[in-house]
């Protein structure tokens, strides 16, 4: 009986020993796998995909002034000239907008720079209206309002005065 016992025991430590290097491999193993694989997602919806990461939010510095308003046709065409005051090229959408006497922004437009603005100079855009400036039509537009956005975030903006220098080219 001792010997049948003794058998058993033997049975029972190979066993053990067995499963106990087994768990060892395992888990040693996961461990290593771990250590070159790559960090897993926090999300626990398989569908949702991660965010993309954006770029850092560059600033610029530039000017905004109004220089001319045109009769072109039935149309106003006022003309803006974005002056890039900074050290690095100004490739950024400006949107500008027009404000009657009354405060009522009537119109606004987006306008991208097909080449960068190089610093220390400057491109006109234009905006068309139906109303003219002060002096011209009954609902004058007075001021423009604009701001720089990037990433669909604002980083600058500011506003002014529409000239008082009038063109009639609709001859």
Same mark, same amino acid.
């Given at each position: 009986?001792?010997?049948?016992?003794?058998?058993?025991?033997? $049975?029972?430590?190979?066993?053990?020993?067995?499963?106990?290097?087994?768990?060892?491999?395992?888990?040693?193993? $996961?461990?290593?796998?771990?250590?070159?694989? !790559?960090?897993?997602?926090?999300?626990? +919806?398989?569908?949702?995909? !991660?965010?993309?990461?954006?770029?850092?939010?560059? *600033?610029? +510095?530039?000017?905004?002034? +109004?220089?001319?308003?045109?009769?072109?046709?039935?149309?106003?065409?006022?003309?803006?000239?974005?002056? &890039?005051?900074?050290?690095?090229?100004?490739?950024?959408?400006? @949107?500008?907008?027009?404000?009657?006497? &009354?405060?009522?922004?009537?119109?606004?437009?987006?306008?991208? /720079? @097909?080449? !960068?603005?190089?610093?220390?100079? *400057?491109?006109?855009?234009?905006?068309? $209206?139906?109303?003219? !400036? /002060?002096?011209?039509?009954?609902? $004058?537009?007075?001021?423009?309002?604009?701001?720089?956005?990037? &990433?669909?975030?604002?980083?600058?903006?500011?506003?002014? &005065?529409?000239?008082?220098?009038?063109?009639?080219?609709?001859?």
């Amino acid at each position: 009986m001792k010997n049948r016992e003794s058998k058993v025991s033997k $049975a029972f430590i190979i066993c053990v020993a067995f499963f106990g290097g087994l768990l060892v491999l395992i888990v040693g193993g $996961a461990y290593v796998y771990s250590l070159f694989s !790559p960090p897993e997602s926090k999300s626990s +919806n398989p569908s949702s995909s !991660p965010s993309l990461i954006q770029s850092p939010i560059v *600033s610029y +510095n530039i000017d905004m002034r +109004n220089e001319i308003v045109k009769k072109v046709g039935n149309v106003y065409r006022y003309f803006f000239f974005i002056t &890039n005051n900074d050290s690095h090229p100004f490739d950024a959408t400006v @949107e500008i907008g027009l404000i009657e006497a &009354n405060g009522i922004q009537i119109t606004f437009e987006d306008f991208t /720079p @097909e080449k !960068p603005i190089q610093p220390q100079m *400057s491109q006109y855009c234009y905006v068309d $209206a139906r109303w003219g !400036p /002060p002096g011209i039509s009954k609902n $004058a537009i007075e001021k423009f309002t604009w701001r720089v956005i990037v &990433n669909s975030q604002t980083i600058q903006s500011g506003s002014g &005065n529409i000239t008082t220098r009038y063109e009639d080219a609709s001859y």
